[in-house]
Nanobody, 123 residues
């Protein structure tokens, strides 16, 4: 599966931004999907994950209560809705896919990665 993330850009703190990740080359509904992020000088960290049907989600501590992951299988797309972002959310955001591991937080369990989209949150 190939993943193409988009939607990043400059956003003011307290605003909102929606990231998208479009999958191609495989049956999208057979993949667990996730978002990770990597800030400059830091390790890549888990943001959110969603089951194949979209019926269950999991969030990292930094995303709980502010970000929402959801998917539209008929569009082969997973989204990350970012509400009330903070300057600390500035990072490159990556989407990832895996067929077997469930909604896991460990990046090594995901086999497929998009190229990343940069989100910059200004104060």
């Amino acid at each position: 599966v190939q993943l193409q993330a988009s939607g990043g850009g400059l956003v003011q703190a307290g605003g909102s931004l929606r990231l998208s990740c479009v999958a191609s080359g495989a049956t999208f509904s057979t993949y667990y999907m996730a978002w990770f992020r990597q800030a400059p000088g830091k390790e890549r960290e888990f943001v959110a994950a969603i089951t194949k049907s979209g019926g269950s989600t999991r969030y990292g501590d930094s995303a709980k209560g502010r970000f929402t992951i959801f998917r539209e299988n008929f569009k082969n797309t997973v989204y990350l809705q970012m509400n009330s972002p903070k300057p600390g959310d500035t990072a490159v955001y990556y989407c990832a896919a895996d067929q077997n591991s469930g909604v896991r937080t460990t990046l090594q369990l995901y086999d497929y990665w998009g190229q990343g989209t940069l989100v910059t949150v200004s104060s």
